[in-house]
């Protein structure tokens, strides 16, 4: 499968963006997706997650709250949206993918990568 990540851009503190993550070669309903970002100089983190099903879902507990993971079947398509931004969101968001069903918090459960999307946040 191949991920296309978008929805990315500047934004100012205490707005709103929604990155979406496209499938394409195989549905998403039949994988367990995630969101990881990586700011400048730091490592790869945890975002968010998501079931193959969309009846389990996972926070980092920075994010906790302010952002939501959901997914459209129809449209073979996973959503973050992210609210009350902070300057410390700033980073590229990655979407994941893995064969198998649950919303794991782990980069290693991941087997497929889309290429990031950068969300600025200014203060």
């Known amino acids: 499968v191949q991920l296309q990540a978008s929805g990315g851009g500047l934004v100012q503190a205490g707005g709103s963006l929604r990155l979406s993550c496209a499938a394409s070669?195989?549905?998403?309903?039949?994988?367990?997706t995630g969101w990881f970002r990586q700011a400048p100089g730091g490592e790869r983190e945890f975002v968010a997650a998501?079931?193959?099903?969309?009846?389990?879902?996972r926070y980092a507990d920075s994010v906790r709250g302010r952002f939501t993971i959901s997914i459209d079947n129809a449209k073979n398509t996973v959503y973050l949206q992210m609210n009350s931004l902070k300057p410390v969101d700033t980073a590229v968001y990655y979407c994941?993918?893995?064969?198998?069903?649950?919303?794991?918090?782990?980069?290693?459960?991941?087997?497929?990568w889309g290429q990031g999307t950068l969300v600025t946040v200014s203060s």
């Open positions: 994941a993918a893995t064969d198998r069903t649950d919303a794991y918090y782990y980069s290693r459960e991941y087997d497929y």
């Open positions: 998501i079931s193959w099903s969309g009846g389990s879902t």
């Open positions: 070669g195989r549905t998403f309903s039949r994988y367990a």
